[in-house]
């Protein structure tokens, strides 16, 4: 941890230094993260984990594909007599559940508005495996002919429409003329079927099976759960031979060439987006390297021009020393330090960094060279009696360089 402290006040002081390169590469990797984590939330909760239901990736539905036609899908509504069929017939779902669109007048004293309903079948709520948030789901006793007519409501209608008041629930709402009391409010994401709230309802073997007198016949899209071990090729083979048999049984529902589809819920909700949403997201990683590659290439810009700034020696009377470059390759002592008569062998400070042999002469005021080993050389201008030149580039060089150092101090003194 000490270390790593270290290096924090390092870079922020280096950050500290140069403010505008130090904004440029915040704001750079900023946009990249800040764009990937708002493409990888999104495939999250719409393709990883798309539904609040428990074990959703075992939901399958049915569909009947005409193969004369070459567009993908096919009829996954089913009558009621055909839903129950399914149901009774299949060995491959250990529950199964329908749901069916209505629309839903709701009158008021500020008068009427339409909502989005969905009638739905024993055991939906349980089978969804998701509780209210206020109140209760549908009984057993709830979907009986002849029950108390009742229905529960969509959590983002209950806020939207009715302030999050919770004071609504037993109370009794006209709903396409019918008095029906709200028994329940469902948790934030629960959004079955997208409807804006459910009511109970039971299919019969009847064959005109309509919701209440004059209306359509109801269609049933069916939801199975698959049992434990069974896949989806499995159910599919299972229920082909279903399908075939009730296909003798309603004709005009069949075509003449057909076969089954078992889709999961989740692809038969988000299927198209898929492809799309994994290409914004290898956009968008791309956009994240580009931004760190933008990064790296100003850091290593930066630490070249900071190499620039090389200050020459120094000598007596502020003129600049100059370094002999056919000196380097000898052999010469690191942290060698030569003065005279306590002088320095540059009135400057130099320092001798890196850790290729190279020397380099100075001219001291004395008369005397001193030389050294390293890569490079730097100055600072430290005063007319400087201790003399410091180099770094040997440790075995170094420690004889600071006897002579200290050896020629008290000369000098």
């Known amino acids: 941890m000490g270390t790593l402290g270290q290096d924090l006040r390092y870079a922020l002081r280096n950050l500290g230094k140069t403010p ?22 999104v495939i999250d909760n719409i393709l990883m984990e798309p539904f609040p239901y428990p074990d959703a990736q075992r939901f399958m539905s049915v569909l009947i594909h005409d193969t ?6 096919g009829r996954a509504g089913f009558s009621g007599p055909e839903f129950l069929d399914y149901v009774e017939q299949n060995h491959v779902f250990d529950r199964v559940i329908a749901n069916d669109n209505l629309d839903v007048l709701y009158r008021s004293g500020e008068g009427t508005e339409r909502f989005n309903g969905n009638f739905v ?7 969804l495996g998701m509780p209210a948030l206020l109140g209760r789901v549908m009984q057993p006793a709830d979907y009986e002919p002849g029950a108390p007519p009742v229905f529960v409501l969509r959590y983002k209608v209950w806020v939207k429409q009715f302030g999050a008041d919770p004071g609504i629930v037993n109370k009794t709402f ?10 329940g409010i469902m948790p934030p994401r629960f959004g079955w079927g997208d409807a804006d709230m459910w009511i109970p309802a039971k299919p019969s073997k009847a064959v005109t099976n309509s919701a209440y007198a004059g209306a359509f016949p109801q269609f049933w899209f069916l939801l199975g759960h698959l049992k434990p071990g069974v896949s989806m090729k499995e159910a ?7 399908a075939q048999r009730l296909a003798t049984v309603y004709p005009k529902d069949y075509p003449k060439h057909f076969s089954v589809q078992v889709e999961s819920l989740t692809n038969l909700v988000v299927g198209r987006f898929r492809t799309t949403l994994f290409i914004v997201l290898a956009a968008v990683g791309l956009l994240l390297l580009i931004g760190c590659g933008n990064v790296a290439n100003l850091a290593a810009g930066k630490s070249d021009d900071a190499g620039k700034g090389v200050c020459h020696p120094v000598g007596a009377g502020g003129e600049p020393m100059e370094i002999d470059p ?27 960094s890196g850790g290729i042999d190279a020397a380099a002469d100075y ?27 410091r180099a770094g580039a040997s440790a075995e060089g170094g420690a004889e360089g600071l006897e002579r150092t200290a050896a020629g101090q008290r000369q000098g003194g």
């Open 68 to 73: 004369e036609r070459s567009e993908p899908g």
């Open 236 to 242: 599919q083979s299972d229920l082909t031979v279903v």
């Open 20 to 41: 505008g390169f130090a904004i440029v590469a915040m704001i750079t990797l900023a946009l990249g993260i800040g764009a990937s984590t708002a493409i990888f939330s």
């Open 363 to 389: 001219p001291g005021r004395g008369g005397d060279k001193a030389e050294y080993a390293g890569a490079a050389v730097h100055a600072v201008r430290s005063g007319d009696h400087a201790a003399g030149v």
């Open 121 to 127: 079948t024993p055991g939906t709520f349980e089978f």
């Open 326 to 352: 056919a000196a380097s390759g000898g052999e010469h002592d690191a942290g060698d330090r030569r003065s005279r008569g306590g002088h320095a062998a540059g009135v400057g400070r130099t320092e001798v």
């Open 174 to 183: 006209a709903l396409n003329g019918t008095p029906r009391t709200l028994i």
